[in-house]
């Protein structure tokens, strides 16, 4: 089964088992940047210099990231380029709902309703399906932890990851500082045509921006 970046930073956010979100605020910018990320690998956006313009509004084929693309191009329409930091902090929330809802059409999780204190109505998401998730994290302690050579998209995925700070959730028990240089090293894409290494780049960039500023005003 193919998923997209944004897909597998939310099977890893999830817990299997509460289906409860691990790292919440992280785990949102890490969606909204894989989406992101997926969109400017496929040539349907630019991120350059901090901004977003839609360079090919055509559909992908993948709902997702179609229902994404189409509404970048109704927010840039009339300015061209537009700050890319501004869409992931408007859409953040909006994706992170849309991957869910992908997720549970795949089979890969369960939607679950409860109320908080009896009064206040939470979701969580189970673990349906592990099969994906098992690829994923196998295929991360490969080229992490074991040294394997990444391919295009698992260096943009580990981009992502260290850029939002989602080191513990993608390896959980494992201490940052024993990952966190190996994730800086793939993330740098030298693995990585030139035109993905720069959409990982300039992505990454931005991804990192805005976890800095989340971590600042929450620290202040």
Not at 67 to 74: D, M, N, Q, Y
Request: hydrophobic share 45%.
């Amino acid at each position: 089964m193919t998923v997209t970046l944004a897909e597998e930073i939310m099977l890893l956010s999830l817990d299997d088992e509460s289906g409860a979100a691990k790292g919440r605020t992280a785990a949102g910018w890490g969606v909204a940047g894989g989406i992101l990320l997926e969109l400017a690998m496929a040539g349907r956006v630019a991120v350059t210099g901090g901004r977003i313009e839609v360079t090919d509004a055509s559909p992908t084929g993948d709902a997702l990231l179609d229902g994404r693309l189409e509404r970048i191009a109704a927010w840039t329409k009339g300015s061209g380029r537009r700050k890319a930091a501004d869409w992931l902090t408007k859409d953040q929330s909006k994706g992170v709902r849309a991957t869910v809802d992908r997720l549970c059409e795949r089979g890969l999780v369960t939607e679950e309703r409860h109320r908080a204190l009896g009064l206040f109505p939470t979701r969580r998401y189970p673990e349906a399906d592990g099969s994906v998730e098992r690829e994923l994290r196998d295929r991360l302690s490969a080229v992490v932890l074991d040294g394997a050579q990444p391919d295009s998209r698992t260096s943009g995925l580990v981009a992502l990851l260290h850029a939002a700070n989602m080191h513990r959730q993608a390896f959980p028990g494992v201490p940052r500082k024993q990952i966190a240089p190996r994730m800086a090293e793939i993330a740098d894409g030298q693995w990585a045509g030139d035109s993905v290494r720069e959409a990982i780049r300039n992505v990454q960039a931005v991804v990192t921006a805005v976890t800095a500023v989340t971590v600042i005003t929450a620290a202040g």
